[in-house]
């Protein structure tokens, strides 16, 4: 019995490392990725279908079938029209999702996982550390699109049994990051220490978050799909949401120390303001209560993390160079 597996974002950091993570797993299956045009929304259906028609017809009959959606450029401060776009070719592709399963008379043997954000539909809630059992509050036009696609997914496993995983998933860094597009707080440090542009910090520096290495959250994401399947065997379909998380709260402060801690020097970085200010929680940390086995593990520890994701940035610098 396989697994056979569409990773939709399969070129982004994310999607990079759970393609890793598949490939060295003997009971899962690669679909060979096709990129999606993401601005031409015929042809994100016409691929979609195209990929849907290759994962159900190469199912053996004791197969199942698995789509783990990791897309989406949004951030923070992302505008409300674009984040609107991603829902809705979110939702688009679950509909092709579940008539295409339906046809090819697979529904019962499939999962779908959605890569939700930790930050964004917590960033108003009270009381951290947040679990799944707290209310979700967000504060940006992010996190509610965030929170509006897990209720897509909800609307998805109702109407077609398909169990489903929402993870919503802490502050995720690590090598693989595209350097044209810089998100999240380490790489943007990471990349400062080797360019004469020195990282912005716009948030206090005592303000807390929870990171999670994007290996280590791969592993994760794969574990916690097998044991959505082996619920629902058991169960029948199940929906679940789970934070990915590595449980331990940083302050800024304290990571701009480990990077003065690695690099022997002065890390280079200016405070400074945004307007996204008072979309930004000052406390996220994070403890998950569903499953909480699948979190008893060794994870790559914070300054092990930053030196890879620090020579990965290096090297990508001075591949650049050698090109021009």
Not at 250 to 258: H, N, Q, R, S
């Given at each position: 019995m396989t697994v056979a597996t569409w990773v939709v974002g399969s070129g982004g950091l994310l999607g990079k490392a759970l393609m890793r993570q598949i490939a060295a797993r003997d009971h899962w299956q690669l679909l060979p990725p096709e990129p999606l045009d993401w601005l031409d929304q015929r042809s994100v259906f016409e691929t979609s279908t195209s990929q849907l028609r290759l994962l159900f017809g190469q199912l053996g009959p004791d197969d199942e079938w698995c789509v783990l959606w990791v897309a989406g450029s949004g951030v923070i401060g992302t505008s409300r029209d674009h984040l609107n776009l991603e829902r809705e070719q979110f939702r688009d592709v679950l509909g092709l999702i579940e008539k295409s399963a339906r046809d090819a008379g697979v529904t019962s043997r499939g999962t779908v996982f959605l890569a939700s954000s930790a930050g964004g539909v917590y960033g108003g809630s009270a009381n951290p550390?947040?679990?799944e059992n707290t209310a979700a509050v967000p504060l940006s036009p992010y996190g509610e699109t965030k929170l509006a696609m897990e209720a897509e997914l909800d609307r998805f496993a109702s109407s077609s049994g398909v169990s489903v995983l929402k993870g919503r998933i802490a502050n995720l860094y690590g090598p693989g990051q595209k350097l044209s597009k810089m998100q999240g707080l380490i790489s943007t440090l990471a990349k400062a220490q080797f360019s004469p542009t020195p990282a912005s910090i716009?948030?206090?520096?005592?303000?807390?978050?929870?990171?999670?290495f994007v290996d280590d959250c791969a592993q994760l994401i794969c574990d916690a799909i097998d044991m959505l399947r082996q619920t629902a065997a058991l169960v029948g379909p199940i929906n679940v949401t789970k934070i990915l998380a590595s449980g331990e709260g940083?302050?800024?402060?304290?990571?701009?120390?480990?990077f003065q801690a690695l690099t022997r020097r002065r890390p280079h970085v200016m405070l400074g303001s945004s307007p996204t200010i008072s979309m930004q929680a000052l406390d996220l940390?994070?403890?998950?209560v569903v499953w909480p086995e699948?979190?008893?593990?060794?994870?790559?520890?914070?300054?092990?993390?930053?030196?890879?994701t620090m020579l990965d940035i290096l090297a990508h610098i001075q591949g650049s160079q050698n090109e021009v």
């Open positions: 550390p947040y679990t716009f948030v206090p520096l005592d303000t807390v978050r929870d990171y999670l940083v302050t800024i402060g304290a990571l701009v120390g480990y940390r994070l403890k998950s699948l979190d008893e593990r060794s994870l790559t520890s914070l300054p092990a993390g930053i030196h890879a």
